[in-house]
């Protein structure tokens, strides 16, 4: 599901807040990536299921709340979750039908005041500041995406003492195999080497590719393999 294209230095910048109206067109959106993820969200009236990835669950659980930026947020499942919990999320995605839908949803869950959701295209430009937490679930794309520049702004966005956690498909879900594109998905050990890490200022917690089951978008049980890559920076 994704390629990785990697591109040059990409900027770091604040993308305005967006409401729920819609309105807000921000010149750092590519096309082409919008439509694609627009029409993938237009198919279903609620295309996610709404509840928050269980490896961030699992990492997350036993920590202390603090910020969070949250890529490629989708409808909200996880920033809703880590706003439950305390903690104060920024969250980003391109599809503004994908923002509405969460922003909706966390008004629901009474954790709206915890959570900023931006509509930003992180092939163009990367969220400014520092986050305790930066969390990419399934921040994979079948278009052209920058993605080892995208995770080494990620990992740049760091604060001292915080994370970064990366999750992604190992594998096409059973329910995705009729799809023609069959990528080989990066493995967590590829992934770490991508983000070109300094040893002396970053430990590596997590480096695994867990199996689970899960429900498919109509109903279809399946398993499937996560590639986790939990890392702490130290200074
Ligand atoms: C596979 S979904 C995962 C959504 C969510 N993280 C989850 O786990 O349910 C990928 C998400 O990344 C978003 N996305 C893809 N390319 C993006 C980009 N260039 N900038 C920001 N978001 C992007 C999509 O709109 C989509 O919501």
Same mark, same amino acid.
């Given at each position: 599901?994704?390629?990785?294209? &990697?591109?040059?230095?990409h900027?770091?910048?604040?993308? &305005?807040? &967006? #409401?729920? $109206? ?18 993938l ?5 609620? %295309?996610?299921? !709404? ?14 709340? #603090? ?6 947020? #989708?409808?909200?499942?996880? *920033? /809703?979750?880590?706003? #439950? ?5 920024? $969250?980003?995605?391109?599809a ?7 922003? $909706? ?9 915890? /959570?900023? %959701? ?6 163009? *430009?990367?969220p @400014? !500041? ?22 080494? @702004? ?6 001292? !003492?915080?994370?970064?956690? /990366? ?8 329910? !995705? ?5 069959h ?20 430990? =590596?917690?997590?480096?695994d $590719?867990p199996?689970r089951?899960? =429900? ?8 499937l393999v ?10």
């Amino acid at each position: 599901m994704h390629q990785d294209a &990697t591109a040059g230095e990409h900027r770091h910048e604040d993308a &305005t807040a &967006t #409401g729920m $109206a819609g309105e807000h067109r921000h010149r750092d959106v590519d096309e082409e990536t919008a439509r694609y993820w627009e029409e993938l969200y237009a198919q279903r009236d609620r %295309f996610w299921s !709404g509840r928050a990835n269980p490896v961030l669950v699992d990492v997350v659980g036993p920590l202390a709340p #603090g910020s969070v930026l949250d890529l490629g947020c #989708g409808e909200g499942g996880d *920033a /809703i979750w880590l706003a #439950g919990r305390g903690w104060r999320v920024t $969250a980003v995605d391109v599809a503004q039908t994908a923002l509405d839908r969460a922003s $909706a949803a966390a008004t629901e869950a009474g954790v709206a005041s915890r /959570i900023e %959701f931006r509509r930003h295209d992180l092939t163009r *430009a990367f969220p @400014s !500041g520092e986050f305790d937490l930066v969390s990419a679930q399934f921040l994979q794309s079948p278009l052209e995406f920058p993605r080892a520049e995208v995770l080494r @702004s990620a990992a740049r966005a760091v604060a001292p !003492g915080g994370r970064l956690l /990366i999750v992604e498909h190992g594998e096409v879900p059973p329910w !995705g195999r009729h799809e023609h594109h069959h990528p080989r998905f990066p493995t967590p050990q590829e992934t770490l080497a991508d983000l070109d890490l300094d040893p002396d200022r970053w430990v =590596t917690e997590r480096l695994d $590719a867990p199996r689970r089951q899960a =429900t498919g978008p109509d109903g279809q049980v399946g398993t499937l393999v996560d590639h986790v890559v939990l890392v702490r920076r130290e200074r």
